[in-house]
């Protein structure tokens, strides 16, 4: 019993400030931030359990075994303890219950950067609407398309920053996954379906983009490097997008939600 | 019960081989998928959009070749048989080479004998582990530097879904295939399954399955995991059906499997056999057996929608002609969850078993782990979802399945509860079985644990679809399904072969294999923190010092299992020392029996009369053997 | 007895050699049975005038393929002799490259419409037939010549249908009808990049993508920068 209480204040002490620093996905964006805290919170929660159950194991390893080999001596016939079973449940149940219970607040306060769907039950709140950005999956590269910039579809991606910006995640042909790590964003690119997640940026830095979900042979090289950029950068960039890309524009289906290319293009 | 006599003296081998068994099966089975294809490729029109045009590559040839392959192997074997003997309006029979006289070549045909049964499905599940084995252990070589160098882009992607495939599919069946075959009926007190026909053809179903799957290499491959997302499986070459297929055969075995032994457990009970009486195996069993009765269907149903999207073009995953990818992952996955419990459930059943013997103590809290393993089996039908939780389900789904999800840890710490009170002021020996009870204990902590992260939405943002979760499923399904089968192999292995194991291998296997598991699968998790995707054939540079640790030490997981695979084979077939009385003292009815356990396992019925742990009280109470009557 | 236990024993151990060794055999055919289909490399040629690679892409490989009504990428010579059936392409490091195809192939037509415009060669831009081009209609497009490590992507129009003597499996002459895509880009540091074909070309499977779309050694390949 001491030797828990001791070990778990050492271990919850170590993985909240040790550990915490360099939990993922970093402390790039609010919603990354948030997801750092939780999973400093699951583990400094499972920290004392964990280590309850080892130091009883070790205890009872130590103590409880066999002293004189050979004999076969049994122990004493204790089948059972309501009292312990009725604490036992108890505890596991209210902390499971607070668990839940936070990873639902927490997921509610900003929608923590996970892709929800075309109904989002959480978002940061909003001072001015969101930068819309679209990102299109497709076999096997992602590009994006810029609603708010007369539809223009870009390869790379360029966010500005301290700003929210509103993923709507999509795809042309199988399932993707778009994970944008030190945005702490994934949200799955489903053929048909508006995926929206939520990230509100913070100073300029590089980002990686890759492809979470298996979507074909080379989904292992469905990967990218994005920025963050202040908004006079962004906003210089996305003119010179909008240059360059014009002539392809103009070819671009309008904008929607979702794309349903034809399926049997070159079927034979 | 009439035992119809069967030759006496032994035939020459040449005369054997002729009639029903294993080497008839597979000429048959080449013979129905020669006829399968050749009618499917009448199938092959040109005008059709979709079909594959190559000449030999039509998915409809390749399905029917498949389910003609099969019905052939059946045939070959016997399962025909019976029912053809019935429907001319012979008795009824049990009688399949039940008998001593046949010997070693009963392991090669239908045989009706659970024990035969049971060790069949050791050796055929054993065959196919080590291939899926050999596949991790490629993986982890083509892992060995950041880019493609040893094997192909669409080679590793395959042998990815080689591995995943094999394991979770053939694996399903490891415990209760091999050990629940040959235990339950020992331990309930009944001389067979409740219906042992359908027992042989769990395992020979399950082979089939097996080489259904081995025989995508000749295909193409399949480059989709083992999920087999659709509509990815939908662009796949004919190799996505051998996939298909193997998951059907697979899917009908487990069916078919967790039907019978509920039945036996259910119906064939001996005298004094209460619930309340029933060894917590038996309730391992009992849960895992629900599961796979009422989990595969689920599966069955898409795999079917996957097979008419091939062959009858039904769209049903494709979003542009009004399907929807969801589709695929829900009835996956609805199968899937539950399935991740019918590996892991077993492990429950053996290490809480195996506790009460080696600790000399009853099992504590006996009605409380029961409870624990039903409440799992149930719970885990309703946690699907926390697969999807970024793949933009409705949203207000989410909590609910974060609750449920994190809900089975209740149910999973009552059996933490009850093995470790029953640890509690016994008297420990620290046998290779106990130490693997022990390890089953540190890995599924650390597996339950890291799952809470994975169950948690916004952790799940980051892990989800990364390394994490692969280390994770890999410490609950390895540590926690694997590690169990080696304690019941180290356990009851000696019972059911007759032959002593090699200790000092043993213990060298175990020790070994839990520290290089553990400094394999670890950094893995460190690995999915910094932002490693599954299923990658590249990854950024500066991870490879940590992948390269994780593949050295994969390799030493591979060595462990080669010690294993020495032991086995040097103390069963080489040394053959036979086992004597009782060697780990315990109380259970099935050590109370000769070895070898005779073909019919009672000379008369045994009635209980206590609860199945009686250490620590009055001898008296020991399962009696003798008295009462058939 | 005595005897009769022993030969048993040395029968079973000789047993037990014979099916490790056979296993060992089974084991490497099957390990072997994954290394094989390597994509076999072609290199750029040098000349006077730079860095050259010559390309072209057919309706069908050769006959005598493994898969014979696939579509594929091939090496060829300046003067579109000498096909070779090879994916890897090995390029200089840090240099100008000059890319040649020859393409026979009609049209198929992007999902995603933006790739019908020339990226990251130099001047953005291509000769379509000695034609300076910038975008293709989207529905003409038979391949797609994209390394989206770098940045490059070049679409490559289709021969219209109503071509004369259209050419069907590999090899074919530059008496064929084709049409004829020259651009120039820098290679960045080593490194082995991936290349693709983004249009769905791949007949026989649903959205035109499975079979050689999936496949390197077809419509997927490396480029070796060394």
Redesign the interface.
């Known amino acids: 019993m001491l030797w828990w209480l001791v070990t778990s204040v050492i271990g919850t002490l170590v993985v909240v400030f040790l550990l915490a620093p360099g ?3 970093g402390n790039g964006t609010v ?1 990354a931030s ?2 750092v805290v ?2 400093t919170v ?2 400094g929660v ?1 920290t004392p ?2 280590l309850g ?2 130091v ?2 070790i205890y ?2 130590l103590n ?4 004189e ?1 050979g004999t ?10 309501a009292r ?2 009725i604490w ?2 108890v505890a ?2 209210a902390l ?2 607070f ?2 219970g936070y ?2 607040i ?2 509610l306060v900003d929608g ?11 978002a940061p709140s909003l001072s001015s609407p969101p930068l819309q950005v679209q990102v ?1 999956a ?4 992602f ?1 994006y398309r810029w609603p708010a910039y007369g539809g223009v ?1 870009t ?2 991606l360029v966010l500005p920053a301290n700003r929210t910006v509103e993923f709507h ?1 999509t795809s ?4 993707h ?1 778009f ?1 944008a ?1 030190q945005l ?5 690119a ?8 939520y990230v509100t940026t913070k100073s300029p830095m590089s980002f ?1 983009v ?13 990967f ?1 490097t994005g920025h963050v950029e202040r908004q006079a950068d962004f906003a210089s960039w996305i003119a010179q997008q909008q240059r ?2 014009a ?2 524009t103009k ?3 309008p904008y929607a939600l ?1 794309y ?9 | 019960m009439t035992a119809i006599a069967i030759s006496a003296g032994p035939r020459p081998v040449w005369r054997r081989l002729i009639g029903f068994n294993m080497f008839t099966g597979i000429l048959l089975a080449i013979v129905g998928w020669l006829i399968g294809n050749w009618i499917g490729n009448r199938f092959n029109q ?1 005008s059709v ?2 079909y594959s ?1 190559e000449a030999g590559a039509n998915d409809i040839a390749v399905l029917l070749g498949y389910l003609f392959g099969v019905i052939g192997f059946l045939v070959g074997l016997g399962f025909a048989n019976y029912p053809i003997r019935r429907m001319l309006g012979h008795p009824p029979t049990l009688a399949e080479h039940e008998s001593e006289g046949e010997g070693a070549w009963r392991y090669f045909s239908l045989c009706t004998d659970h024990k035969v049964v049971a060790l069949q499905y050791l050796v055929g599940v054993g065959i196919f582990f080590l291939i899926a084995g050999i596949n991790a252990m490629l993986i982890r070589t083509e892992l060995l530097q950041p880019n493609v160098h040893v094997f192909g ?2 080679q ?2 395959s042998l990815v879904g080689m591995h995943g495939a094999m394991m979770m599919g053939m694996l399903t069946s490891a415990v209760l295939g091999p050990l629940a075959n040959w235990l339950v009926p020992l331990m309930i007190g009944s001389r067979r399954m409740a219906f042992p026909r359908i027992e042989a053809l769990t395992f020979w179903l399950l082979m089939a399955a097996g080489v259904v799957l081995l025989t995508t290499i000749f295909l193409g491959g399949f ?3 083992w ?1 087999g ?4 499986g939908d ?1 796949g070459t004919t190799g996505y059906d051998a996939y298909l297929g193997f998951f059907a055969l697979v899917g009908i075995s487990m069916c078919l499997l967790g039907f019978n032994l509920l039945a036996t457990i259910i119906t064939m009970r001996a005298p004094g056999m209460t619930w309340s009486r029933l060894p917590v195996f038996c309730w391992g069993v009992v849960a895992t057996s629900f599961l796979m009765l009422l989990a595969p269907p689920m599966l069955l149903a898409a795999l079917l929608m996957g097979m008419l999207d091939r062959t009858a073009q039904t ?1 049903f995953f ?4 009004g399907g ?3 589709l695929w ?1 829900n009835l996956f996955w609805v199968f899937g969850h539950p399935e991740v419990y019918i590996v892991a459930l077993p492990g429950f059943g053996v290490v809480l078993e195996l506790l009460p013997v080696f ?10 782990a029961v409870a624990g393993m039903l409440g799992v089996a149930l719970l885990s039908f309703f946690v699907w979802q926390h697969h ?9 789904l ?2 609910f399945y ?2 449920s999800t ?2 089975i ?2 149910p999973t ?2 059996t ?2 009850c093995a ?2 029953t ?8 046998t290779v079985p106990m130490w693997f009870c ?1 390890a089953w ?2 890995n599924f ?2 597996g339950g ?1 890291s799952g ?2 994975l ?12 390394f994490f979760s692969m280390a994770h499923f890999h410490y609950t399904i390895m540590g926690g399904l694997v590690f169990t089968i080696f304690a019941s192999i180290y356990y009851w292995g000696p019972k059911m072969t007759g032959y002593v194991f090699n200790e000092r291998l043993a213990k060298i296997h175990f020790w070994s294999l839990f520290l290089m598991f553990n400094l394999t699968f670890a950094p893995l998790f460190a690995l999915g ?3 490693m ?8 540079s500066n991870l490879q010092p940590l992948n390269d640790w994780v593949s050295i030490c994969a390799y030493g997981i591979g060595l462990s299992m080669l010690v294993f695979l020495f032991n086995l084979v040097y103390s069963t077939l080489i040394k053959r020392e036979p086992l004597v009385g009782n060697p780990w ?1 315990s109380k259970g009815l099935e050590w109370q029996l000769p070895t070898p356990v005779p073909v019919h396992d009672f000379d008369r019925f045994p009635v209980f009369d206590a609860d199945p742990y ?4 009055e001898p008296t109470a020991e399962p009696a053997l003798t008295g009462g009557g058939d | 007895m005595e005897r009769d236990a022993q030969s048993g024993r040395a029968r079973r151990l000789y047993g037990a050699i014979v099916a490790t060794v056979l296993s060992c055999v089974v084991v490497g055919l099957y390990i072997g049975m994954y290394l094989t289909n390597a994509s076999a490399s072609a290199s750029a040629t040098q000349a006077s005038s730079g860095t050259h690679l010559y390309l072209a892409t057919v309706p069908a490989a050769e006959v005598n393929d493994n898969h014979p009504t696939w579509v594929s990428y091939y090496a060829v010579n300046a003067d579109g002799s000498n096909w070779r059936h090879a994916t890897t392409y090995d390029l200089p490091a840090n240099s100008l490259v000059t890319v040649t195809i020859y393409q026979y192939d009609g049209d ?2 992007l ?4 790739i ?2 020339s ?1 990251g060669t130099v001047g ?1 831009d291509f000769m379509l037939n000695g034609k300076p081009t ?2 293709i ?2 529905d003409t497009a038979s391949h797609i010549f ?1 390394v ?2 770098m ?1 490059l ?1 070049v679409p490559l129009q289709g021969v219209p249908d109503t071509a004369k003597n259209p050419c069907g499996n590999a090899p074919c002459t530059l008496k064929q009808d084709h049409e004829t895509i020259t651009f120039q880009f820098h290679t960045p540091g080593r490194g082995l990049y ?1 290349w ?1 074909c ?7 499977f ?4 499975g079979g050689p ?4 050694g077809y419509m ?1 390949g490396y480029i070796k920068v060394v």
């Open positions: 939990l993922p996905p919603e948030g997801q939780d999973n699951l583990l499972a359990v964990a159950v080892v009883f194991f009872a390893m409880f075994r066999e002293r080999p076969l001596l049994d122990g004493p016939a204790i089948r059972g303890d312990i079973q036992w449940l596991s149940a499971v219950l668990l839940a990873g639902t927490r997921m923590a950067g996970g892709g929800q769907g075309p109904a989002p039950i959480g299109i497709q076999q096997w590269k590009t579809e390869p790379n995640v042309l042909d199988v399932i996954s994970w790590y702490g964003v994934k949200a799955d489903n053929p048909g379906i508006d995926n929206i997640a990686h890759e492809c979470a979900e298996l979507c074909g042979v080379w989904h292992g090289y469905m990218g360059q890309y002539p392809v070819s671009l289906p979702k349903f290319p034809d399926p049997t293009r070159r079927g034979g | 040109p959009v979709y045009t882009a669409n590793y992607l480059q989709t995991g999920t997302y659709q509509p990815l662009q769209g494709i979003a542009s002609n929807s990818a969801y992952q600790c000399r103590k009853p099992l504590w809290g006996y009605r409380l999807l939780f970024v793949s933009g389900i409705d949203a207000d989410r909590p974060m609750l994190e809900l840890s209740v710490g009552f933490f509860l470790m009170a640890m509690w002021r016994g008297r420990i020996r620290f022990i204990a540190w902590l650390i644990i809470v992260l169950s948690d939405v916004p952790s799940d943002v980051t892990t989800h679809g990364s923190f910094m932002g995707p599954r299923r990658v054939v590249t990854y950024a003292g009686p250490y620590g009280v | 198929s037509g999902r995603n419409p933006f019908s415009q990226q953005n910038q975008t209609d989207p994209a989206p490590q940045g992507s991936r693709q983004f249009v769905p070309c791949a007949a026989g649903i959205a035109g993508w779309m999936q496949t390197v997927d």
